[in-house]
């Protein structure tokens, strides 16, 4: 199958293909088994340069669009998607410094996160704020030259493996969803602790922590943007991010796929290939019409955004929801396929179960993404 | 101070359909799909490793530099050590090469370590895949009067005059530290290779790769090729590996009552 990838993009799938084969596929079922953090495949993928990606080359990056994240994304997902989260969230959490730094944040924080050599994470939800960001209560006082943070953040990935935190807090209680800054933290700033680590259904290979701030001192300097800019950061931050959720379903629905399929021509059953029955034919036509509309929107959502289209927020929401029902979907579906067997955890695919349930929920439930695509819609029509 | 560090790479037939030529009982390599020889790939990988690990020396400028001497196609195996980390890559190709020996060979690529020149190390695999001889290292070495080191599963250190190194042997390891210039040949277990990355991908697409022949390497083409070759292959056959074995187990005296019989019927037929 063609896609009209572009040379730099066929190199891309290549280094992602091999990582999967080579680093990720022989341990994934350890990793979930076990909660393992992804240390040294994270290692690897900075060593084949795909944190570099969306950066641009003044700070050691490739200057590539999200559309390039998109495809990397969705190549590691197949192999396992808690390395795909843990790799997509550090991305997440250098995105408000991208967007909204200043050259002297860049200069200091992104060749390092290009690198791979630190990474990042993204702090937004607290225990009473989730599809509500704007009710987060989070504090942060500025002291002299300090902001001095107060709060708790609620299941940040990478949380506790991070080096960098974007963490949004409000200054300013009067004014609101206008009264949130985002701050660039340091995992070893004085005051800022960690929480334990979550058991999760899935993708749990990626580390799921509190972030505590008890008077936490941030210099000044690491303000991003200005005061009150943190709600809009972290909306321009999930517009560009969600693309690449939309292809992390796409990916884990294909490995899905391919497994089902496989598994497909082998098993017999009354004397044949369970493929030659009609009913598992169309469930593997569905699936794989399903991810190749998902794959399409979550490309066409990622142009548009590198592209700044006007319409390219809406269509971020709509490549996230529509790809992630797809990816809980075939994943399911595939589970069927194999039966009992897929059922099992000597066959991948209940783990790909699991693991899609998570692209349906994080970085805005797919309910709040139909929010963000009808109240375009009637705010801007076509 | 220059520090070269050389890797001798091959490229090998990826698959096990091998073509013999009739006439001069060599291996035919072109039309089959090429691979680095995959000893190679560790060679290459411990060779930008020494790079890096001398990027703290001061006013020391390293380059890791892979040859390969083959048929005007090879160059896609000196692009991919370059996608591997390579600086640069030559290729050593001229029509008066075709047939090369082991020693023709190493003639060719010892010529070609002068003229890069300043060669600190030149690392090898530790046999081709193809040929299987081992060779090529040990005789580049005495070619151009370094010490060779084989079989190194460690470079335990080095700096730019001396590298410790650990060998294997039979039953166990040598450490052994040589002044260099040196040549070494290493074993699979000597490093991981890395992923290609991306950037060093764009890099190899773009890069231009010089090829030295007889001229660029002036060395006489009677000393190279089918002419300049110490050795002929005569036959190549397939080699018929016949192993029966019988497990015998009993008390030790009629164990060995029964060996003796079997050594004794063997011998017979
Ligand atoms: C594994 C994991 C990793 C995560 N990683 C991060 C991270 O790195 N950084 C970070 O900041 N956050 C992270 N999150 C938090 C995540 O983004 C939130 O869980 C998510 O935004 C939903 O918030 P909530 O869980 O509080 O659900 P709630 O907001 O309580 O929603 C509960 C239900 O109500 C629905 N609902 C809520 N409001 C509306 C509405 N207005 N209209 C219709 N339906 C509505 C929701 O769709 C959902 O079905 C992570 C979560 C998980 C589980």
């Known amino acids: 199958m063609s896609y009209f990838y572009t040379e730099e993009q066929e190199m891309i799938i290549d280094i992602c293909n091999r990582i999967v084969r080579e680093k990720i596929n022989p341990v994934r079922s350890q990793l979930d088994e076990d909660e393992i953090f992804p240390t040294e495949i994270l290692s690897e993928i900075g060593r084949s340069d795909l944190f570099r990606l969306f950066i641009p080359e003044k700070w050691d990056g490739m200057g590539t669009g999200i559309l390039e994240v998109c495809i990397a994304t969705e190549i590691l997902s197949k192999g396992c998607l808690g390395v795909a989260t843990s790799y997509a969230a550090s991305g997440l959490g250098f995105l408000p410094i991208l967007i909204s730094g200043s050259d002297e944040q860049k200069d200091r924080y992104l060749p390092s996160l290009a690198s791979g050599g630190k990474i990042a994470a993204f702090g937004l939800t607290e225990a009473d704020a989730g599809s509500d960001a704007g009710s987060i209560k989070t504090k942060a006082k500025l002291e002299g030259s300090n902001y001095i943070l107060n709060g708790t953040k609620q299941w940040i990935t990478n949380g506790g493996e991070a080096d960098i935190y974007s963490v949004f807090a409000v200054t300013d209680e009067s004014k609101g969803i206008r009264g949130a800054s985002a701050f660039i933290v340091e995992k070893d700033f004085e005051g800022f602790s960690f929480g334990k680590k979550e058991k999760k259904l899935g993708i749990r290979a990626s580390a799921t922590r509190e972030l505590v701030f008890e008077n936490c001192i941030v210099p000044k300097e690491n303000l991003i943007g200005k005061e009150g800019m943190g709600f809009i950061i972290a909306m321009k931050t999930l517009d560009k991010s969600r693309p690449a959720v939309g292809a992390q379903a796409v990916g884990v629905a294909q490995a899905a796929l391919e497994e089902a399929l496989c598994y497909s021509k082998i098993r017999k059953q009354f004397g044949q290939a369970i493929s030659s029955f009609q009913a598992i034919q169309h469930m593997l036509a569905e699936m794989a019409t399903n991810t190749e509309a998902a794959r399409q929107l979550v490309y066409h959502a990622a142009k548009a955004v590198d592209s700044e289209l006007k319409e390219s927020s809406r269509l971020s929401a709509m490549a996230k929801f529509f790809a992630s029902d797809v990816a809980m979907k075939v994943t399911t579906d595939a589970v069927q396929i194999l039966g009992g067997y897929g059922y099992m955890r000597d066959y991948p695919v209940e783990k790909m179960m699991r693991d899609a349930k998570i692209t349906q929920i994080y970085e805005g439930t797919n309910q709040i993404q139909k929010n963000v695509i009808a109240l375009d819609l009637i705010k801007n029509g076509f | ?269």
Not at chain 2, 36 to 47: H, K
Not at chain 2, 68 to 77: A, H, L
Not at chain 2, 80 to 102: C, M, N, P, W, Y
Not at chain 2, 239 to 264: C, G, R, V
Request: glycine share 6%.
């Open chain 2, 1 to 269: 101070m220059k520090f070269k560090i050389m890797v001798c790479i091959k490229q090998v037939p990826s698959s096990t359909e091998i073509k013999i030529d009739p006439v001069t009982n060599t291996l035919m390599r072109e039309g089959a799909e090429n691979i680095i020889n995959p000893f190679d790939v560790y060679a290459i990988e411990e060779g930008v490793r020494i790079r890096e690990r001398l990027a703290d020396i001061p006013e020391l400028e390293t380059e890791t530099v892979a040859v390969t001497m083959g048929p005007p196609q090879s160059e896609k195996i000196l692009r991919e050590a370059i996608s591997l980390g390579a600086d640069k890559a030559v290729l050593l190709s001229d029509r008066s090469f075709a047939g090369s020996d082991t020693l023709a060979t190493s003639r060719v690529l010892s010529a070609a370590a002068k003229k890069i020149s300043d060669v600190k190390i030149i690392i090898c695999g530790k046999q081709s895949m193809d040929g299987d001889t081992g060779q090529v290292g040990p005789e580049v070495a005495q070619l151009l009067g370094f010490p060779f080191i084989g079989y190194v599963s460690e470079v335990r250190s080095l700096d730019n005059k001396k590298i410790l190194l650990k060998q294997l042997k039979e039953k166990k390891y040598d450490i052994i530290e040589a002044q260099l210039p040196v040549v070494i040949s290493v074993l699979k277990e000597i490093n991981n290779p890395r992923i290609p990355g991306l950037k060093n991908m764009m890099k190899a697409k773009n890069a231009s790769i010089e090829t030295w022949g007889i001229k660029e390497l002036m060395i006489d083409a009677s000393k190279v090729g089918l002419d300049g070759s110490a050795t002929r292959v005569v036959k190549i056959f397939k080699h018929e590996i016949n192993s029966n074995t019988k497990m015998i187990s009993s008390d030790l005296k009629a164990q060995i009552d029964e060996i003796y019989k079997e050594i004794f019927t063997y011998d017979k037929n």
